[in-house]
T-cell receptor
Framework: DAKTTQPPSMDCAEGRAANLPCNHSTISGNEYVYWYRQIHSQGPQYIIHGLKNNETNEMASLIITEDRKSSTLILPHATLRDTAVYYCIVNTDSWGKFQFGAGTQVVVTP | GAVVSQHPSRVICKSGTSVKIECRSLDFQATTMFWYRQFPKQSLMLMATSNEGSKATYEQGVEKDKFLINHASLTLSTLTVTSAHPEDSSFYIC?????????????FGSGTRLTVV
């Protein structure tokens, strides 16, 4: 069973920041939070991951609460090409299985 | 970065025939590969985990005699759908991770759209 809970859908205006929440209240101390996205009919694409500190890369920022029970993925300036299903996954950094939940369908509108 | 190539991207086959899907890690050695299946408007469902040189481990409810997985080398895993039926029509996706990628998540292939007619 997936260990995360995400809203099923979210709309965002082009050029604005998109804040995608994820609850992972049962996360273990050695589990990372990973974010992937899947554009229609393609394989999932890695976005970012973190353990407990906030992380930023060229695609997004990841904010993890101090108790690590939830996190937020931030797309700073959403574009139409960011329309996709976004998946939040918790997993160890070893050979554990990646289990996908339902994800959040993000639609960026002009 | 790590690249995983999946082939073919689309395949149509007749009911009762077998179809082989290849998953290759192009620039790293993949000690572990995963196979997923995705039905329309649904999330990815893990089918099996394969480690190079050993038998695959299948998730509950996945028929191992129907979905044959071979991981004979560190860069290639294959999924063969045997005696395919229309209900096997789906989007099949592989993912891989190697030692160098540990801690950095899994790289996914672009998927194979299987249609059984």
């Amino acid at each position: 069973d997936a260990k995360t809970t995400q809203p099923p859908s979210m709309d965002c205006a082009e050029g604005r920041a998109a804040n995608l929440p994820c609850n992972h209240s049962t996360i273990s101390g050695n589990e990372y939070v990973y974010w992937y996205r899947q554009i229609h009919s393609q394989g999932p694409q890695y976005i970012i991951h973190g353990l407990k500190n906030n992380e930023t890369n060229e695609m997004a920022s990841l904010i993890i609460t101090e108790d690590r029970k939830s996190s937020t993925l931030i797309l700073p300036h959403a574009t139409l090409r960011d329309t996709a299903v976004y998946y939040c996954i918790v997993n160890t950094d070893s050979w554990g299985k990646f289990q996908f939940g339902a994800g959040t369908q993000v639609v960026v509108t002009p | 970065g790590a690249v995983v190539s999946q082939h073919p991207s689309r395949v149509i086959c007749k009911s009762g025939t077998s179809v082989k899907i290849e998953c290759r890690s192009l620039d790293f050695q993949a000690t572990t590969m995963f196979w997923y299946r995705q039905f329309p408007k649904q999330s990815l469902m893990l089918m099996a985990t394969s480690n190079e040189g050993s038998k695959a481990t299948y998730e509950q409810g996945v028929e191992k005699d129907k979905f044959l997985i071979n991981h004979a080398s560190l860069t290639l895993s294959t999924l063969t759908v045997t005696s395919a039926h229309p209900e096997d029509s789906s989007f099949y996706i592989c993912s891989a991770i190697g030692e160098a990628g540990r801690g950095y998540g899994y790289t996914f292939g672009s998927g194979t759209r299987l249609t059984v007619v």
